[in-house]
C-alpha cells in the first residue's frame, strides 16, 4: 500500500485506557520510599499533597486504566496526533531508511504536556478542589496546565524556572492570558526559595527548586495541591495515549519500528512513546531498540548514578530509585529547559538498567544543526527538547545510508520551537554553548545522594 | 449520525484542482488596468515583475486549475486541515446554533498563507528564479514564503512592516531561521523607503509601502521576482484548497452552513474560505448568507469607495477595481497586522458591492474579549486577525440562542496567535487601543484615489 504523509486514526480509533508500562515489566521499578520511615510511600502518605486519583494511579499496578468521559472529550478536542511519514527528511538524507514520527506540538501548548493535564486539572475538579500549583522549565507543561485548568475551572499559580521565564517572556504571557499566575522560580514568596536566593542571589533557578516553591505554596493554600508533569508513574501513564495512538496507526500501515527514539527529560514524553512497543520487547514478541536521547550537559542517564535520590532540591519528596545525577546537581544554562532536571522516571531507569533501553547524549549545537535541517525539510520547527530526537533519528538513518541497510525509525517530536526563538538565534549568531560537564563539575551531586541504594 | 469533534479528509480526498472564485461569478470584477494606457493588463505587461504562471493565473477565467503534483506533495506534508465542531464554545455561549470552524493553523507559518507560498515558491523554481522578494505585515506572509523558499531552494528577502517587525521580534526570527533576508520596512535599502522616511522618519510602515520596496527590489535584482500573499486573484485562488476541504469535509458530515464567515484584510483567506458557497449562492443553488469580519481602525468594505486605486502607496501597480481606502490612507497601528491594508480583493469586492456579501467591522477589544473566551473553552489561541472571524460567529450564535433558532455557522479559524503575545499582553493590561477612524482621518486616503471609476 501506499503510506500517506500523514496518518490520522478517527476519534473513535483512539485509545480509551490508559497503559501502565511499570506493570508490563517482569522486573518492575523499586517502590518510593518514605524519606523519614524509608518504607514504601502509602496513599495515606502522599494525599495531603497529591490529587486523590493521581496519587492512587502513582501506586497502581494495573496493566491498563480507563480514561474518563470527561478527558476523553478534552482528548477529542486536541487528539489524535498524526503520524507523519517524514519523506523531505528520508530524501535530504539520501537514506534507504523509512522515518515515521508522531507530532504531539499541534495544540496550543506546543507539545505532548496537555495529555497529562487535562486529566490532572479533571481529578483535582472532580475532588472539589479549587486551586492547584506546579513548576515549568521551559514552559510546556505550565502552558498544557494553564490551559487545562482555564478548561475546568481551577485557579492555577506557576512556579516558573527564572532562566526559562527570562528566555521566554511570551511563555508566561500565553501562561497567564489562560488565566494562570506564574512567578519565576526562585522567587522570595517561598522559604525554598529564599534559601536558593540566599545562597545564590543570581540563581538562574532549576527544575528541581521550582518543584520544592510548588510543593511549599501548595502546602501552605487552602483547597489546593501540587500536580507536576514528568518523572512520575502517573505522568506517564497518561502519555501513554501517544504510544497507543502511534502502534495503532502503524498497524493500519503495516509497519513495525526496528527503533523507537524519544528525548528524554523526566522521562514523560518518552514513556509515552515507547509503552507499547517496550510491552513487546519485554514480552519477547519483538525486538525494537529503544534509545532514549539526552543533552550532554544534563546526562543522568548516560552518567548518572542508579540510586535512591530526592525529586527536588529542599529534599522534600519521598525517595524515587532513578538513574539521577543527584538533587544537589546544578544543571547549566541549555536550551532545552525541559531536559533540564538531574533524575528520570523510575520505570524508564529500571529498564535501562536492565538493557531494555538504550541512551546517547548529544551536545547542543549538534541537535540545532538536525533542527534546523528539519525545519526546512519538513516544514515543523521543533522544539529544542524534541530535537534531541530528531538527531538521534538522523544519526540511525546516516547508519543505514552508510550500511546500505533498510530500517523503520520511529521518533517523537514532542512538541514545537516557536517560543524557543531566542535559542535559534543563538545557534544562528554562533553565541550558542557546548558545555558538557566534567567529572568534578559532576561530584556536588553525587555527593547529595542520600545513602539508600 | 455523530458529529466527531474534527475531521480530517484523507490525502486521497483532498482536491487536485483550484477552484477560481471569479469564474463563478455572474458579474465578473472588472480587469485591472494599466496605469498608463488605462487598457486591461497583459500578461506581457505583469510578466517582468510577477512569476510567469502566476501571472497566468492571475488573468485567467478558467473556473479550475490543477494542482501540480510537486504543489501536492507539499500539500501532503501540511494538510488537510481539521474541520473542528466547536463543541466547547457552543456549551459556554448556550447557543443552539451548530458551529464548526476550518483550522488553517496548525503548520510552522501558523496560518493559511503557506497555501499559497507553496505554489509560488514552487512555480519561480520551474521557471529557473533564483530570487523573490515580499513583503509581510503580520509576519504569516513572511515565515510561510521563508519555509516554501526554505524547501525549494530560493533566496528570499522579506520587507516586513516595522511595527510588526518591533511587535514581533520572533516572527523575523523564524524566518531567518529559514534562511530569508527581513528588512524592517519603510527602510533606506529602496527609493520607494527613502521616500517615506524623508515624509515621516519614525514611519511605523505599512503592508503598501511595503509592497513598494519589494517590488523596487524584485525590479533591481538579477534573475528575481515579487510576489505577495493576499489581494490579488492568484492568491485567492490557492486558497480555495480551504474551502474545497471544508466543503468536501461538510458534505461527509451531512452539513451546509447558513452563515459562512471570515476575516478580511486582502481578502485571500475570505476568499479562500467561502469559494465552494460562493459558487452554489450566485448559482442560485443554495443562500448561505457570506460575512466579512474586518476592523473598524481599517474598514476598507464598510466604509470605503468602490473604485480603481493602486496596490501599492508608491502607485507602481496595475489600477485595480475594489473597495479601498485609498491608497495615501494611513492606517492605525493595531494588532491585527494581517488586516491594515487599504484595499480588498477585486472578486470579493465586487460580490459585496453586487450584494452578494456581508461586511461588518469591529472594535479592537471586542475582537479580544471573543479571542480569549474562545482560546479558554476550546485551547488554540487564535491569531488577532482570525479572531474578528471569531466574534463574527459568536455574534450570530448569539443571536441564535435569543431567536431560539439553530443555524449552522462556519468560520475560518486563518491563524495561531503564538506570536501575538505584546497584543494579549495589551489587551489584559488595559492599553489595548479602540480607535476608529473619523471622516476626516479617512478623507486624506480618499483624495488620493486616481481619477479612474
Redesign the interface.
Known amino acids: 500500500m501506499s503510506i500517506?504523509?500523514?496518518t490520522?486514526l478517527?476519534?473513535k480509533q483512539m485509545p480509551d485506557a490508559w497503559m501502565n508500562l511499570r506493570a508490563a515489566l517482569k522486573n518492575p521499578p523499586a517502590p518510593m520510599l518514605h524519606p523519614g520511615t524509608l518504607q514504601p510511600v502509602t496513599f495515606d502518605d502522599v494525599a495531603p499533597v497529591f490529587v486523590g486519583e493521581l496519587a492512587k494511579q502513582e501506586l497502581c499496578d494495573d496493566p491498563f486504566i480507563s480514561i474518563p468521559g470527561e478527558v476523553m472529550?478534552f482528548y477529542?478536542?486536541?487528539r489524535p496526533s498524526p503520524l507523519?511519514r517524514a519523506?523531505?527528511l528520508e530524501k535530504a538524507l539520501d537514506t534507504p531508511a523509512k522515518i515515521y514520527y508522531k507530532f504531539e506540538g499541534?495544540?496550543?501548548s506546543?507539545s505532548h504536556k496537555l495529555n497529562s493535564a487535562a486529566p490532572q486539572a479533571f481529578f483535582a475538579k472532580q475532588q472539589g478542589l479549587t486551586h492547584l500549583t506546579t513548576e515549568t522549565g521551559a514552559g510546556q507543561w505550565g502552558t498544557a496546565l494553564s490551559?487545562a485548568c482555564?478548561?475546568y475551572g481551577i485557579d492555577l499559580r506557576v512556579f516558573m524556572v527564572k532562566v526559562s521565564s527570562e528566555q521566554k517572556?511570551?511563555r508566561k504571557?500565553?501562561m497567564?492570558?489562560?488565566?494562570a499566575s506564574v512567578t519565576p522560580s526562585p522567587s522570595s514568596t517561598t522559604d525554598a526559595g529564599k534559601a536558593a536566593l540566599a545562597e545564590n542571589p543570581n540563581s538562574q533557578g532549576s527544575l528541581g527548586n521550582a518543584i520544592s516553591e510548588a510543593l511549599e505554596a501548595a502546602m501552605k493554600t487552602e483547597n489546593c495541591r501540587y500536580v507536576l508533569g514528568s518523572v512520575l508513574q502517573h505522568v506517564v501513564l497518561h502519555q501513554s495515549i501517544i504510544g497507543l495512538e502511534t502502534k495503532s496507526a502503524l498497524d493500519m500501515l503495516g509497519e513495525y519500528p526496528d527503533v523507537v527514539i524519544g528525548c528524554a527529560g523526566g522521562g514523560s514524553n518518552l514513556g509515552g512513546l515507547i509503552c507499547a512497543y517496550a510491552a513487546d520487547k519485554v514480552a519477547g514478541t519483538s525486538n525494537p531498540r529503544i534509545i532514549a536521547v539526552e543533552p550532554a550537559s544534563c546526562p543522568s542517564l548516560t552518567r548518572g548514578r542508579f540510586n535512591y535520590d530526592f525529586g527536588d532540591v529542599a529534599r522534600t519528596t519521598p525517595l524515587i530509585k532513578m538513574y539521577t545525577l543527584g538533587s544537589g546537581f546544578k544543571p547549566h544554562a541549555n536550551h532545552a529547559g525541559g531536559l533540564r532536571y538531574h533524575g528520570m522516571n523510575p520505570t524508564l531507569s529500571q529498564m535501562y538498567h536492565d538493557g531494555l533501553m538504550e541512551a546517547v547524549a548529544y551536545p547542543q549545537r549538534d541537535v540545532f544543526d538536525a533542527a534546523?535541517l528539519f525545519?526546512?525539510?519538513?516544514?515543523?520547527?521543533p522544539a529544542p527538547e524534541s530535537s534531541h530526537a530528531i538527531k538521534g533519528a538522523i544519526d540511525e538513518a546516516i547508519k543505514c545510508r552508510e550500511s546500505g541497510v533498510s530500517k523503520t525509525i520511529l521518533f517523537g517530536l514532542s512538541g514545537?520551537g516557536?517560543?524557543d526563538?531566542?535559542a535559534?538565534?543563538d545557534y544562528?549568531s554562533g553565541s550558542m554553548s557546548d558545555y558538557v560537564p566534567t567529572d568534578a563539575d559532576l561530584a556536588p551531586g553525587f555527593a547529595s545522594l542520600p545513602s539508600v541504594e
Chains 1, 2 share one sequence.
Do not use: I
Open positions: 500517506p504523509y500523514k490520522y478517527t476519534e472529550d477529542r478536542m486536541m507523519v519523506y523531505s499541534t495544540n496550543t506546543g490551559m482555564a478548561f517572556p511570551y504571557a500565553v497567564e492570558t489562560y488565566g534546523v525545519a526546512r525539510t519538513e516544514g515543523t520547527l514545537t516557536y517560543f526563538m531566542q535559534y538565534q544562528r
